[in-house]
């Protein structure tokens, strides 16, 4: 998906307080652009909270009735220095990338793309989706790994079933199951659903941060850390050092997405749908996208904006396939920031 702020600020991404107690992120709202447009809920970055390991942005959607919100229809965009997720709980998303994939995003079913120097893809929700509701979420790579070559990969988790509760590990190790996809950082993600009044007592990675994420219902968190009541669509927060997490549905079944890794000590940027680690890599990412688009008559909404060094026109290629034009890049902030210290 691509950051659709018609004006994004340049975010620095700074490593966290991992020892902070758990506390809990509310999200804000996002609109997706257009006049009936769906809206994201954006809990990921915050001023308080870039990341939670390698997890550095998190869009949660729906769920939405294609009717009234149009879905999802969004046209080649450019990736460097992430990994993108996507997640659906409702719906079916078709991918087209410049790397040569083509696939179909289904409910829990991981969708995990490497943006690393440069991609470019495009995402829509399908003609028989009546009803769209997932979450959109970025790994930042590390430093030695955010000019890795663009990747996509697939993989459908088990379903695990235990006594009141279901989850699905799509990435890293949970409740005995292990997902095959490598990570450049240690890390976990999965899907846990609960019914409601049900226990589940989750062993955690001591040396990760954990996020929870409800998506439906309202979660109970207990851990050493303290206890939280965490309502739909609110990211809660656990730091490093927990050996275990108690999650409880209250009242009514909850379903909730649970992200960890350990905590990525680097200073990165954040612009767009750039991530890297100087305001000259940004400009240069931006610059060549809007040179590799001016090839399919894209003009640069910001006119002509220096870079450093030649544009490269070739850096993301386009998909195939495509029935509309590239997005071009918002123009750049007249402010500049610096990774804070
Ligand atoms: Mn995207």
Redesign the pocket.
């Known amino acids: 998906?691509?950051n659709q702020e018609k004006d994004p600020a340049e975010i620095p991404c700074t490593p966290g307080d991992s020892e902070a107690p758990l506390e809990v992120l509310s999200p804000r709202d996002v609109p997706f652009g257009g006049l009936r447009a769906m809206t994201v809920r954006r809990t990921l970055p915050q001023r308080k909270r870039s990341f939670i390991g390698a997890w550095c942005f998190l869009d949660h959607y729906g769920p939405d009735r294609v009717a009234n919100t149009g879905g999802m229809n969004?046209a080649a965009?450019p990736?460097i220095g992430l990994q993108?997720v996507s997640w659906l709980f409702t719906g079916e998303i078709e991918h087209r990338d410049s790397a040569g994939h083509h696939a179909y995003v289904r409910p829990g079913e991981l969708n995990l793309m490497t943006g690393g120097k440069g991609i470019s893809?495009s995402?829509r929700s399908t003609p028989d989706t009546d009803v769209l509701h997932g979450a959109q979420l970025w790994l930042a790579l590390p430093k030695e790994h955010r000019n890795s070559p663009p990747n996509f990969e697939h993989y459908a988790p088990d379903v695990l079933v235990g006594h009141g509760w279901m989850a699905r590990v799509f990435l890293g190790s949970l409740l005995g199951d292990t997902s095959p996809v490598k990570t450049f950082t240690p890390l976990v993600g999965a899907e846990i659903t609960l019914e409601a009044g049900v226990h589940l007592e989750v062993p955690l990675d001591p040396l990760f941060e954990h996020g929870i994420l409800v998506d439906e219902g309202t979660a109970v968190l207990t851990a050493t850390a303290g206890r939280q009541v965490v309502e739909t669509a609110e990211l809660a927060y656990l730091p490093l050092g927990l050996e275990s997490l108690k999650l409880q549905a209250r009242g009514a079944p909850a379903r909730l997405l649970l992200l960890g890794g350990t905590p990525l000590d680097e200073k990165i940027i954040m612009w767009w749908?750039f991530m890297a680690t100087t305001h000259e890599e940004i400009v240069q990412a931006r610059a060549d996208w809007q040179a590799q688009i001016a090839s399919v008559g894209v003009p640069d909404p910001a006119g002509s904006q220096k870079s450093g060094s030649k544009p490269d026109s070739a850096r993301y290629g386009l998909p195939d396939g495509e029935p509309e034009l590239p997005i071009p890049a918002p123009p750049l902030p007249n402010t500049r920031l610096l990774p804070r210290d």
């Open positions: 998906m691509s969004v965009h990736h993108t893809h995402e749908n």
